[in-house]
């Protein structure tokens, strides 16, 4: 079945450092992605969403990606901090329904000091 | 804080008893989705309520069932549990249903053995 996926389960890096989360969909009638981070006892927090008629979007100190040739979306954390050590998850909603994303598995992101 | 809240905190359970998990949803928000999460993986959807009816299922077996209120707080109840139901169970509220964001609650924690 069609779905929602990551590329690497573990990302570690050093502070300071910029981090690329990648993640890999398979559903071509997808047209709105989200990323939300997930801290250890939390549940998960939006951080930014990009919908399919652009291919990049930029917050604070993040950026996403979509590259819909290839079905694939990143997330770059610039100067990556310690206290965005969580589980990275990407999601997808399809479009002409209600807002029910469906999401992938995770990339824990690890951050050293 | 998204003043999405979940109670109880943690579960315990054996096979074949009932539970209930609560959520209450961010002030003026009228939609709640409840999602499973399994350890290591993304979250799962259950089900949406919109202004106290279902407004659309995930691939769960009928013994999930919920309810709205009309404050829109919302219950998720398991019947006739199973050991693999043993998860972090999620509840999201947002206003409206195709609003781009959902606000996630800290979960409830149910051990089934």
């Known amino acids: 079945g069609e779905s929602v996926g990551l590329h690497l389960p573990t990302l570690s890096v050093q502070e300071g450092d910029n981090s690329i989360i990648n993640c890999a969909y398979s559903n071509s009638a997808s047209d709105y992605f989200i990323w939300y981070k997930q801290e250890s006892g939390k549940g998960p927090q939006f951080i930014i969403d990009i919908r399919s008629n652009m291919d990049k979007r930029q917050g604070q100190r993040v950026t996403v990606l979509l590259n819909k040739t290839v079905k694939h979306l990143s997330l770059q954390i610039a100067a990556t901090q310690p206290g965005d050590s969580a589980v990275y998850f990407c999601a997808e909603n399809i479009a002409g329904g209600s807002y029910i994303p469906t999401f992938g598995r995770g990339t824990s992101l690890i951050v050293h000091p | 804080e998204t003043g999405v809240t979940q109670s109880p905190t943690h579960l315990i359970k054996t096979r074949g008893q009932q539970v209930t998990l609560r959520c209450s949803s961010q002030?003026?928000?009228?939609?709640v989705s409840w999602y499973q999460q399994a350890l290591g993986q993304g979250p799962q959807f259950i089900f949406q309520?919109?202004?106290?009816?279902?407004?659309g299922r995930g691939n769960f077996p009928p013994r999930f069932s919920g309810l709205q209120f009309p404050n829109y707080s919302s219950e998720l109840n398991v019947n006739a549990l199973e050991l693999d139901d043993s998860a972090l169970y999620l509840c999201?509220?947002?206003?409206?249903?195709?609003?781009?964001?959902?606000?996630f609650g800290p979960g409830t924690r149910l051990t089934v053995l």
């Open positions: 309520y919109y202004r106290e009816e279902e407004n």
């Open positions: 002030s003026g928000h009228n939609t």
């Open positions: 999201a509220s947002s206003l409206g249903t195709e609003t781009d964001t959902q606000y």
